[in-house]
């Protein structure tokens, strides 16, 4: 009977004296009796005590796997990830959003494209470039077209386009002070 006592107390064989039986566990707590399925042969208060101390049981079991949960998930995440106050600032810098308004760009609008150029020193030497100059010089560099690309849009001779853009980048060179190849 697996280490349980039983008891059976009966007051002369008499089926209605008043005496019920009683079964102690092993822990020295009242137990349903047998044939009973769940409290209802309890007085009502007991009843209620019984509800109670189940429902108890339950929260505490409930709120003990809750955190469990938590506790997990919160070392999983810290496996994961970084904090920023953490990263180096390589890291931050490539995070890092910045405002770009209008006025801070110089516009060029070459082949249907608008370039913005934001060094203010490149957009004066740009400037000084002629028109033409300027617009093959920014086709091939901020565009990437070729030499004949740039001939079939402006109805030149490839040999004319690559003159002229060896010469605006010298001449850019120049302006904006470096030395000039030759």
């Known amino acids: 009977m697996s280490g349980k006592i039983f008891f059976n107390i009966n007051a002369g064989n008499q089926p209605n004296s008043g005496i019920a039986i009683t079964v102690v566990g092993e822990r020295g707590r009242k137990e349903l009796p047998p044939g009973t399925k769940g409290g209802e042969n309890l007085k009502p208060d007991r009843h ?17 796997n809750e955190a469990m949960n938590a506790y997990t998930q919160l070392r999983k995440r810290s496996r994961r ?54 617009d093959i010089f920014m086709m091939h560099w901020f565009l990437n077209m070729v030499d004949r690309e740039i001939a079939e849009y402006m109805n030149m001779a490839r040999r004319t386009v690559n003159t002229r853009r060896q010469k605006a980048y010298r001449l850019l060179k120049e302006l904006m002070g470096g030395e000039a190849d030759d």
Do not use: N
Not at 88 to 99: C, I, N, S, T, W
């Open 48 to 64: 209620y005590e019984h509800k109670q101390h189940a429902f108890d049981s339950y929260c505490k079991r409930s709120i003990k």
């Open 81 to 134: 990830e970084v904090s920023l106050s953490e990263l180096p600032e390589d890291a931050m810098a490539q995070l890092a959003v910045y405002d770009r308004y209008s006025w801070e760009y110089t516009t060029f609008t070459v082949g249907g494209a608008v370039i913005l150029i934001e060094d203010d020193r490149l957009a004066e030497a740009l400037l000084a470039l002629s028109q033409e100059d300027r």
